[in-house]
Structures are given as structure tokens and as C-alpha cells.
């Protein structure tokens, strides 16, 4: 600890920090822009420059940059300094020499750090009087919208674009006062982390274009704290609503999770909420015919139902909330209670949770540290991409640790890029096809499931110093296998990241092979597993048994309705199963949000809210429990999937029908039934938690007429809904001040509007975070995992036949993002994925476990010999389990 | 008086040979040099108190000590001719009229500081000096001074001439760096200085070209020697030039210190009939103006800075009575708005700022408060409110035109007309 002197007083600082960072941890308005706190300093914008005193009898001092400046032992410095003071305002004067100053029409404004930094700096008078330059925007794709003229060159875009996310198709261009920041055409940006752009410009040359189309101020929007539902990462993210339409979605910054960024799946995936799809009203199915139901006609339907069946089966989700999975499973029982998912991919799932009781499970902060890096199996970029953003700092350990030999501070990002160039840490991909995460990989090995298992078997085996390698494994794998080993032995923080993208049992259990080798040898290796969707964990360790067996269920007469909780069984299962499953039953109700091919088959369907309408738990990749709050109240018919089954317990005479009024009572259930399920308790505080007695506003304060919009109405105020579920209100009444971690709906300080206010939160947000956030319900016992399982069969291509492989999208391969219409735009239209001898566009036809596809032939010359790959998940294609060998031939006519 | 830099050079514009510069002496320093250790070469240079003729004045000597003991190989060595200082013209004719004389110092330098790579960085359109130097190298390569085992000596060097893309901003050396890994010319953060972390990470010593044409004789020569040649506490002899509305503009190798009266009068001829002298810059565009006063003042490092100004490269430009101070002041602040490589705030944007004003005082659309205005950019571009040296070096003729030929410019507003343009 070093203590700095500020305006002559002394504070505790971080000597391993820089100045502007200590000032703005310890509560000073010192402005900045170019600085990033997750992208260090590069001393570009010199906005931050406070005077430094060499000691207490230097009355001259000089100016340097707080970001360039360490906070050592007994620096001394002003920030209110009148030189000091009068440079940044002519810092400021200077940014805005060629700014629009349209912030009544730029959709920055509001929450714009230039606004901000320019009232603080106190510039407000304009000297300028010369023509400003210009520039011509660019089209970048349907996630952002590019004003360049409001640029001040501060260049955070391009050092996150290309330097933090790794992307290629955006540059500085240019000198002096025109430099552009763009791409060299126009088009639509590649990177799967471009939306952070918005977040990371400073004012509104990168904006939200999907918030534009139904554009509101920051000052309008309702938020809450809620967690990303489009996959099993658990990023922690503000929806932003207003009249019950989700605007957007920013980023919640979690130290252990998502930090500063968020993927696009995750950032746009909100448009789903706002669909026209929506189930708004819950409906019956009488013959052919539809009926709309008001919500006590479904509610006395739904008892009818119940108090004729026999039995109920419940089948669940992986993207509904822990609670209503509990409910459906009170509501069936145990042992009627099934996944929702097929037995495969349960197992899966199942079995990455085993071997995470074993082998820790590391945050994405720890995997941002570790420093070698084996990935097996698994395209993370396109399944938990948030995860590959994590990887792609990891590369950078290695060299960037030359820096710390060089005694330069790891804060001083330009610096530390000179030392360690373009060099990168040791990070292997072993994956089924080409994966955007090779530009950063020191090998690459593409190969079938069964040979990608094996390579992880060889690096086992290599750890363990057993090379009794099986005689047909070819020596390039294991000589591969020797390197992945060397390297990972070699590094200070292994790592192995593995997932159920191969659908493949022997990949899962060769990459904990590994961390359980590296752990024997003395060098335990965190081990990350990807979690298809939001609550893929807590579903799994909720039920144990999937779609096939609940078809066993019902043919053994044990149930005859069907209760589907948030889930269209046709993209879990082939349709003849899911066919089955629902003809077997005599009445199916679908509890959902989105019209999907299963509702359209049930006879009960009741309007479920999405996430962004309700409270609830995900389980993300790492086991942590995480509460998601609503963002607003739905109107109408629609409520909680945990309210309508609560009603479903009522109908069938259940105590907790009565009993259970908030969200809280549900939680507690669920703990005493299921205690390993207890902890979830402690991921965020009860309803009943309050500040000084007052709830936690949801809204930010206001600054515009918006409570008089229903004036031409009625005079009177409508009084907000009220939350039984959450210590949050519908409000910008309330505790007025920042609340803990997992309460906080939105970014805000007084004078500062934008996220960036949550560098002056850092301290709190960065270090301990007051009250919990997120709690993990399963923890590694000890480092070492299972033995190693026995070699698979390696892979023998056939003649006239493809093993098809499940290859995965960012945009595309996920249900609820898809009926947005920003991520729909990007996603690939159907496909078979060939290596060779198909032309490109080539209708074919594949025939794959009885199965027909007719599809365009996409030739990707990085799949393995003997293999071809289906697109996961897509709509437009029938689920189809994969992988499975399946015939390609060209197609007739 | 000795002129080693220059005594070479053939009358009529043609290249030295091989063969002529051996047969003067040529890569007989280089012969002394690989007789000895390197750390006996970097003694012999920092004890002829040579100092970097690029502008800055850096011990050469010291600078190849920075190197640290022990650090990991590949280093480099890297000539920094990209001049584009308006003004400025030394290097060419360094390089056009005697490469080898470069190519030794270059030789001897990487041997000292252990670079068996090393690299000229050259001004994009100095194509003269490309070829010349090409066919130096070629000769060289012949002649076994460069290559493998140089002169038998076990050595080995190899030099590529890396032709700019043509930006003042690569003559800072670590933008010079930069543009020569092939990434944007914008200047590096310091430390880690190009000694510790240069090109590509490596250990890298960047040096002037006329700097490196002195450590061939400095080392043949012995220190002492070198020390002698000059008239001040700066050692050697320097190539001091003069431009603008004198009888002979041009360049000569004149022992340092000495005063600028002497190159003005008796090497540059005077001022042209009619014209009289009423200030000049004395190191090239970025240094401060002097004026009438100062003529005496003696052409080295301390001299000119004591006097306000700084020697720069040596390369005046003189201003006149009959040129206005403002239209001049204004082409060199287009020059440096123009060559801001657009990183640092008070840079891209004060230097555009200042420009644009300097273009309305000329157009004759100045108004009252503009010199207000240009005086505090001259502050606001202070040294170390900036990231590298090229927006204060800018603010120095602008500064100092502001003092000396104040009244120009308040006659600018005043007659809302530029007073020289009749």
C-alpha cells in the first residue's frame, strides 16, 4: 500500500495503479477519456493532467497525465491546481473544436461522457470560429449506428475493436484532426463483440442502432439488474424498458464475469421480448379452433385440466428460471419431473457438472489470467462467446508478463504492447471445424469427435509421462499432444476448456483427463466447461432425466398431461419423438413467451413473461446462482412462469397455491427440498431487503416531463406496480445512493451520466462488492479428477457416407435471439457445411437418421476428411441428433 | 580547417566511389573499430563528446551505453533519414554525395552496441539518395564491408535501406519504429526507451545520419582529435546551413560554435540587395526565431539555447524584411498541423486551431483576442503537456514570431489586410 497526497491530504493507494485511477476510486471528479479500465493508459486525450509536486516544498510543480503516472509511495498532487485546471478545460475546448454539439439529437445524450467531462472541466464558452471538419459515415451492420463528425479521437474504439476483442475489419485511418475511425468500406462488422462499441466511445460516434429504431433517453428508461439469457455464461446486464418495451440491453459490470463487455448475441438478443411472436394471451385449443382466454378462464381451465388427470408430467427447461423449474417439479413430482432437453444432451450437461465438483470451474476473470490454454472441442466463439473474449486475454499473459520484467506497469498499455509485440501465450484449439479463435492459437488440431477426444487423451497420458500411446494414433497427434503438454506443464496457470459442442461424452472426459494429469503433476488447471443456455446448469441439477424417458412416462400411463415449461420440445428432440410425446398426452399445456411449433400443439397455453418481466435464478457455466429481476411488469394476461405454475398447484389443491405470494417463498421451498439448491438464497437479497427502509429505485433520476405523459389522461399520477418479489421499485424514488452489486439496475452518479460512472465506483464495484452477487452452488472438492476413461475408437472415414457434425452460430444456433430481428439479419440461412466435392451453392440432398434435407452446399475446407457439418439449431431446420453418418448427393432437378 | 564530413565529396554532384573512399582513408575506422571491443568503440565515441545532429543533442556515446550489459539478441541499429525538417538538408548531401561514409559509421556503430541487423530509414522522396545508397550497399557488400564476417573480423552486418511512405512524424524515432514495423507512425510511450524495447521489442539504437558520418573519423581519429575540431565546448565540425533571401543559400562544414554572423555573412554571402535580415530560425522549422540581436551568438548547443532558441539540425531559415512574419509563421504551423500524427489531443487539435487563425490573420479576417489566442496554444503545447516533442517544437517559431514581430501582427488586425501583400 502506498499513500499518495492529494490537495495535501493523504490517502491509501494501489502503488501497482495509476493516479487517475486512485483519484477516481477514492471519489475525485478528475476527468479522462482516452483511459479504459480494462484497456489501461495510452496518454493519448491528456484530459486527466493534474499537477505533480516532486514534495511538499515544490510550490511550482508540473503537469503530468494522472493515466501515465504511477500512484508510488509519497506522489504528490493537485487536481484542483489552477494550471492544471485551466489546461484540461483547454483539452476540452479542444475535443470540441469540430463536435457537432447535436446532443439534442444524438442518442449518446443523456448518458454522454463527453457531456459529462465537458460540464465537469467547465469549458462552456466557444472560442472557435473556423468551419469544422467532416467525415462520411459508414453502414457497419445492423448492431451499430457511426456518426463519425462527433468523434474526438480518443481511439478506445479501435484499441478495443482490434486490440482487446481481436477484430480485423476496423481501423484508425488517416492523421492530425481527421483521423477515421471506421472500416476501409462499408459493411457490416465482423466482430462478435462489436456492440461494446457503444459502450466504449465516449460520446455518439458508435451508438446502439437496434435502441434508435425505438429510441429513448437513458433518463427515461426503467432498468433492474438482470442476467443475459441467450446463453450459459450468466452475464450480468441492465435491460432498459419503457411503455413495456424493451429498449436495449447494456452491460452490468460483474468483476468475475463480464466485466467491461458483452458478446452481440448477448446485447441484442433482447428484441425477442418486443416480437410480435409474443404469447400475450393465454388460449385453449377446441378442435380446430383457438380460443383467447381471459386469465381466470385459463386459470379455471388449468384447474379442470389438473383435477381430471390421472397424472401430470412436467418437462422443464434450460432457459426458464430455477424457480419455475422447481415449481413444475413440485407440480409433477420428482419423478415426473423431466429436463426438457434430450437424455444426450442432459448427460452432458450432468456430467460437466460432475467433474466441476472435482476440478474447479474458473470465473471469466480467472480464465482472463491463465496463461496456457487447451480448448477441446468446443467453438466457444460461437456457443458462450463471452468465454472467448476471456481466452483472447489470455494469450496475452505470457507476453505481457515480460512487462512486469521491464518494471513497466501493466495499466501502461502502450508500453506493455511495445515489450510484448505481437506475440502470444500458448492457447490450442482443437475443435470440428475452423473456429475464430485460431488467429490467436499456437496450433490447431481439426478432427472428428472421437479424435479430438483422443488428442486430449494423448496430452493426458503425455502429462502423466505415459506414452503408451494406442499404435494408431498418428504421430503428428502425438507429437501435438507432447507440445500441448509442455506448454501447459510450463505455464504459472494452466487452463482446459472443453463443452457439449461435439455432443461427445469422450471430449467432456479427456479434457477433465487433462486437468486431472496437470493436477497430478503438481499443477491444478481450472476447468471450464460452456454451458449451451441460461440455465442449462440449474436445470440439470434439478432433473435427471430427459424427453425419452418422459415419453416412457406417458406410455406407461403414469401421466396423461403434459405440463411444458418455456420450451419448444422440436428443438431438443427429432420431431417423431416430440410427435410422440405430445399425441401420447391427453392435454398439453405450454407455459411460454414466444409462439413456437410446441404451443402450437398445446391445448392450454398460458402467456408467460420473458425474462426481462419477471425474477428468477440462472445457474451459469461455473455453478453460480445468479437473480435476475424484472425489468418491468407486463400488462395483460401475461405473468411468471412460477406464478402460473403456483396457480397450477393451487388448481390441483397444493398448500403452496396458497402460500406462495413472493418470489422469496418459492426460493425458500426450493431450499428445504432441495438443499443443495439452498444457496440460491444468497445470490441476491430477499424482497424484504431495504436501505434505510427504502426500496432500490429502478429508474434513474428523472430529467424530463416523463411522470406527465398520461396528463391528457388523468391528472393523477398513476401509482407504479407494485413488486412483492424484489427490493426494487418502479420508481426513481427510493435509496438514492449506489445500492449493492446485485441490486444495482443501472450505471449513474451525480455528474456522471454515462457507464463510465462506474469508474468512480470502482473501489466498491472492483475490489468488495457490498452484499452478494451470485453465489455458486457447487465448488470443486479437490484437484483431482477422475482417472482417465478409455481410448475411443479413432475416426475411419466411410465411402459414400459423412459423419455430420453440429456446427454452431453466435447468430443463428440460439432460440430466443433468432426472433430479433438485428441477430436474425446476421444469422446463416440453412446449410450443409462440405469440404469438398460439392460446388458452393450446389443444392444437395442429405439423408441423415431418417431425415431428408434439401440444402445449399457451403464448402468449408477446414472440416475434417470424412466429415460435414448441419448448422445447430436453426430455424427453418428439423432438430436432427448429431453426430451421425448421413449420405450427401446432389439434388434432383 | 579539416572538414571530414565534407573534404570527400566531389565537386560536380557525383557519388564517392568504393574505391575513392578507400583510397582516402574510407573503412579504415571500421578496421580500427573491429580491432577493438565494442565497449572500447562506445568509449572512444563518448569521449569525443559527439552529440546527436538530429535536433535533440543526445550523447551518442551515452546513447549506445543504454544498451543494457547482457541484453538478448537481435538488436538493432537504425539510421533515422527521414529529414523532412523544413529547411533541413544536411543528410541529403551526406548520403547523395558520400554513402559509404554513412555505411561505415553505420558499421561501426551496430558493432558497437551488437546489431547484425540494422536499417536506414530514408525520407520518401529522397530517391537520389535511395539509389545512391543502393548501389553503396551493393559495393559494400562487394567489398566484404558489410555482409558476413566483415573484413574478416568475424562480424557480420546486414543494412536494408527501408524507403518511407513519407510522414515528419517518422523522424521521431519511435514513430520511425512504428512506421517501420509497418504500424501506424504515431510516437511510442516512453520508457520503455529504444535502447531497452525498440524495434520489434529488441534492444535498438536509433541515430542522425550526419551523427553517424562523424564516428567513422571519431574513431580513426581518436577523440581528442574530434574535440579539436570544433570552436566550443561541443565537439567536431557540423554541417550549418542557410536558406531564405541570402546571396549563396547552401550548406557547409564549419567547425562548431561557430557564430551565426560568420555562416550568414561570409559562407551564405549576406542578404540580397534590397533585403534586410530581420530574423532567422536557426535549427530548422521547429526551433524558436532569433533576430538581429543574436548573430553573434555561436552555433552550438548551449549557445543558441542560451539565447532562446535551440540548434536543431543547424539548417537556418532567414527571414526577411520584405516577407511577412505572419505568412511565414502561418507555412510552417500548416506544415506541423498537417504532420500531427493525430494522437495527442493538445496536437491534432491545437496545431489545427492555430493554424486556421494564423489563416485568418493573412486573409485579413483576424479580430481582436486571435493573439491572445495563438499565445496561449504556445502554452497549451508547453513540453510534456503533449505525448512527443513535435507539437512544442511547432510552438517555437510561433512563440517566438509572436514576441519579435508582434507588431505584424497586430497590423494584421488592425488593416484587416496582410501589409506585405501590395
Known sequence: MATVYIENRAYDADPGENLLKTCLGLGFDLPYFCWHPAMGSIGACRQCAVKQFKDENDTKGRLVMACMTPSSDGARISIADPEAAEFRAGIIEGLMLNHPHDCPVCDEGGECHLQDMTLMTGHSYRRYRFHKRTFRNQYLGPFLAHEMNRCIQCYRCVRFYRGYAGGRDFNSFSIRNTVYFGRHEDGVLENEFSGNLAEVCPTGVFVDRTLAQHYTRKWDQQFAPSICAACGVGCNISPAERYGMLRRIVNRYHPEINGHFLCDRGRYSYEFVNSEKRIRQARMQSGAESLPLSKDEALSRLAEILRHSRGVAGIGSPRASLEANFALRLLSGPDRFFAGINENDLALARLMIELNRTVRAPSLREIESCDAVLVLGEDVTQTNPRIALALRQSVEQQPRSRAAAARIPLWNDLAVREIAQDQKGPLFVAALNATRLDDVAAATYRAAPADIARLGLAVAASLRQEFAFPADLAPKVSELASRIADALLGAARPLVVSGPGCRSEAVIRAAAAVAGALAGRGKPAPLAFTMPEANTAGLSLMATAGLETALEALRSGGAETLVILENDLYRRAESSLVDDLLGKARHVVAVDHLENRTAARASLVLPAATFAESDGTFVNFEGRAQRFFQVFAPDGGIQESWRWLRDCLRAAGREEGETWHSLDHVIAAQGRQMPELAPAAQAAPPASFRIVDERVPRMPHRSSGRTAVLANVTMHEPKPPEDPDSPLAFSMEGYPLTPPQALRPFTWLPGWNSVQALNRLRNEAGAAPPGPSGVRLYEARNGLAPAASNWPEAFRPREGEWLLLPLHHIFGSEELSMYGPAIASLAPRPYVAVRDGFEEGQMVEVSVRGLIFRLPARIMAALPAGTAGLPSGLPGMDYVRLPDWGRITEAAG | ?422
Open chain 2, 1 to 422: 580547417m579539416e572538414k571530414p564530413l565534407t573534404g570527400r565529396m566531389r565537386a560536380g554532384g557525383q557519388p564517392v566511389s568504393i574505391r575513392e573512399y578507400e583510397r582516402a582513408d574510407g573503412y579504415q575506422g571500421l578496421r580500427k573499430a573491429l580491432a577493438m571491443s565494442p565497449a572500447e568503440v562506445i568509449e572512444e565515441v563518448r569521449d569525443s563528446g559527439l552529440r546527436g545532429r538530429g535536433g535533440a543533442g543526445f550523447g551518442t556515446g551515452l546513447k549506445w551505453s543504454l544498451v543494457p550489459a547482457g541484453a538478448p539478441k537481435p538488436r538493432y541499429l537504425v539510421c533515422n533519414a527521414d529529414e523532412m525538417e523544413p529547411g533541413t538538408f544536411k543528410d541529403r548531401l551526406l548520403m547523395e554525395a558520400d554513402p559509404h561514409q554513412l555505411l561505415e559509421g553505420m558499421a561501426i556503430a551496430s558493432y558497437a552496441i551488437g546489431a547484425e541487423i540494422s536499417y536506414i530509414f530514408l525520407r520518401a522522396e529522397y530517391t537520389l539518395a535511395a539509389a545512391r545508397l543502393e548501389a553503396a550497399l551493393h559495393e559494400a557488400r562487394q567489398a566484404r564491408c558489410l555482409g558476413e564476417d566483415i573484413l574478416g573480423s568475424g562480424f557480420n552486418l546486414e543494412i536494408h535501406l527501408h524507403t518511407s511512405a513519407g510522414r515528419y512524424i517518422c523522424g521521431e524515432e519511435t514513430a520511425l519504429l512504428n512506421a517501420l514495423e509497418g504500424k501506424r507512425a504515431n510516437p511510442r510511450a516512453k520508457p520503455p526507451f529504444p535502447p531497452v524495447v525498440g524495434l520489434w521489442g529488441k534492444p535498438t539504437i536509433v541515430n542522425n545520419v550526419e551523427t553517424l558520418c562523424c564516428v567513422p573519423h571519431i574513431v580513426r581519429n581518436g577523440s581528442g582529435w574530434f574535440r579539436r575540431l570544433s570552436r566550443s565546448q561541443d565537439s567536431g565540425t557540423k554541417l550549418f546551413g542557410a536558406s531564405g533571401k541570402v546571396k549563396r543559400p547552401g550548406l557547409w562544414e564549419l567547425p562548431m560554435g561557430t557564430p551565426i554572423r560568420e555562416i550568414v555573412e561570409e559562407h551564405a554571402g549576406g542578404m540580397r540587395e534590397g533585403v534586410r535580415l530581420r530574423g532567422l530560425l536557426p535549427g530548422g522549422a521547429s526551433t524558436d526565431f532569433l533576430v538581429e540581436q543574436h548573430l553573434d551568438v555561436p552555433m552550438d548547443f548551449a549557445g543558441v539555447q542560451a539565447a532562446g532558441s535551440r540548434l536543431g539540425t543547424g539548417t537556418m531559415i532567414i527571414l526577411d524584411d520584405r516577407t511577412c512574419p505572419v505568412g511565414m509563421t502561418l507555412n510552417l504551423e500548416h506544415f506541423f498541423a498537417q504532420e500531427s500524427c493525430g494522437w495527442c489531443t493538445p496536437c491534432w487539435s491545437g496545431l489545427s486551431w492555430t493554424e486556421q487563425i494564423l489563416a485568418a490573420l493573412e486573409r485579413g479576417e483576424g479580430q481582436p483576442g486571435d493573439l491572445e489566442k495563438l499565445e496561449w496554444q504556445t502554452r497549451f503545447l508547453a513540453p510534456g503537456n503533449t505525448f512527443c516533442a513535435l507539437a512544442p517544437g511547432a510552438a517555437e517559431p510561433l512563440q517566438s514570431a509572436l514576441r519579435y514581430f508582434r507588431e505584424d501582427f497586430e497590423a494584421h488586425i488592425r488593416e484587416k489586410a496582410c501589409p506585405y501583400r501590395h
